[in-house]
């Protein structure tokens, strides 16, 4: 073999592996492609997807809770004039004590103010009436002084009626100059008065004026309607009489006298109102 034939054959082996080296850089390049597309394919699936997820949250409706909308009423309600604001009623617990109101508890007390000063009015017309009665001595008299008795709130002297045990506790703290507070219910019953006869009389006052002073202190007193009074006497046996004023010029109403002039009307089921009408002719 020649020197040519030796570069010929050196020639050829070269063009023969050149194909081959360009294969494998193609292959090379054909796998370094493909992850680089890959790639940009997801990096395209990701930012449409990014893109997806706003679209969504923008048509998606926020959702509102109870705090988001109270949050935005109270600036509405502070907002608004305070003339144009109605306070809500606060109510009160099952057998708690009503609130008043200034005006309120003002305008019970001119109530009360009120009653008390007619109740005085009418019992001094009633001691005034007794008085007439005691100059008179006339059925006319008398029965005007029942008619005006019936519609007077007498005072009556009452007494406290304690359980046995509190009653002697009471009495000896008194010895020792000491306070007793009674532990069990304390009864107020009237302070009947021992007749000539044996039996008990009724006694109440037709107005505070005429309670001696030395009276004041010893009694609990009440203030009752004189028609109730007359009815008790009517329903107790053991009362002989109803004495208005016992201490001065009195009006003495004997049982058998009320019994007739006492009628007691129903005002409802159970419930019976007693009316005092005056009937000439009687005499105490």
Partial sequence: MGLFD??????????????????TAASEEAVSEEPEEAAAAEAENAADSEEAVPA?????APEETAEDTQEEEIPAAEAAPAENITPIPVQNAAGAPQKLTPEEIQARREQA????????????????????????????ALEAAIRCLGDTVVVVPMRMVLEKSDAEAMALARQQGRQYKP????????????????????????????????????FVWANIPATRC?????????????????????????????QKIVKVKPAGEGVETPVVEGEGGYTS
């Fill in 113 to 140: 103010r009120k009653q008390k000063e007619e109740m005085e009015a009418k019992g001094k017309l009633l001691s005034y009436m007794i008085d007439q009665y005691h100059e008179q001595r006339t059925p006319k």
């Fill in 6 to 23: 030796i570069f010929r054959r050196k020639k050829d082996e070269v063009q023969a592996e050149a194909p081959q080296e360009e294969n």
């Fill in 56 to 60: 969504a949250e923008e048509t998606a």
């Fill in 183 to 218: 532990v069990k219910p304390v009864r107020l019953v009237p302070a009947f008065l021992n007749s000539p006869k044996g039996g008990l009389h009724y006694p109440v006052f037709a107005s505070r004026a005429d309670i001696p002073k030395d009276q004041v202190k010893k």
């Fill in 230 to 258: 007359s009815l008790d006497v009517v329903r107790n046996e053991k009362l002989e009489a109803l004495v208005v004023n016992p201490f001065g010029k009195s009006l003495v109403l004997r049982r058998e006298l009320l």
